[in-house]
């Protein structure tokens, strides 16, 4: 059973480079097929995927996000990161990390859930 586990500062400075990691137990992240994403929800708003990246190494992100989001990946300790360059407070949410098996631009692809993390920007 895939388990997925988000990692990263709590607290984050406007402007500055958000980075979360991802680290998953019970799959390999090269396994075929296989896609892991990064969802937030801001505090009252609705879930947002913001990107993913494949089995293969492949990315994808949401258009309003792209300029300012990079996703790779650590195979040989089985982790994929985010980073969200020039952070303001719109920023703030809960970050997941995710696994499915397409991609179509929403975060309903993705059947499996780390627990999440809250990430705060504020000086």
């Known amino acids: 059973q895939v388990q997925l586990q988000e990692s990263g500062p709590g607290l984050v400075n406007p402007s500055q480079t958000l980075s979360l990691t991802c680290t998953v137990s019970?799959?390999?992240?090269?396994?075929?097929?296989?896609?892991w994403a990064w969802i937030r929800q801001p505090p009252g708003k609705g879930l947002e995927w913001m990107g993913s990246?494949?089995?293969?190494?492949?990315?994808y992100y949401t258009p309003a996000l792209k300029s300012r989001t990079t996703i790779f990946r650590d195979t040989s300790n089985n982790q994929f990161t985010l980073q969200l360059n020039s952070v303001s407070r719109e920023d703030t949410a809960i970050y997941y990390c995710?696994?499915?098996?397409?991609?179509?631009?929403?975060?309903?692809?993705?059947?499996?859930w780390g627990q999440g993390t809250q990430v705060t920007v504020s000086e």
């Open positions: 019970g799959e390999s992240i090269t396994t075929e097929y296989r896609y």
């Open positions: 990246i494949s089995y293969v190494g492949t990315t």
């Open positions: 995710a696994r499915g098996q397409y991609i179509t631009g929403s975060y309903r692809s993705f059947p499996s």
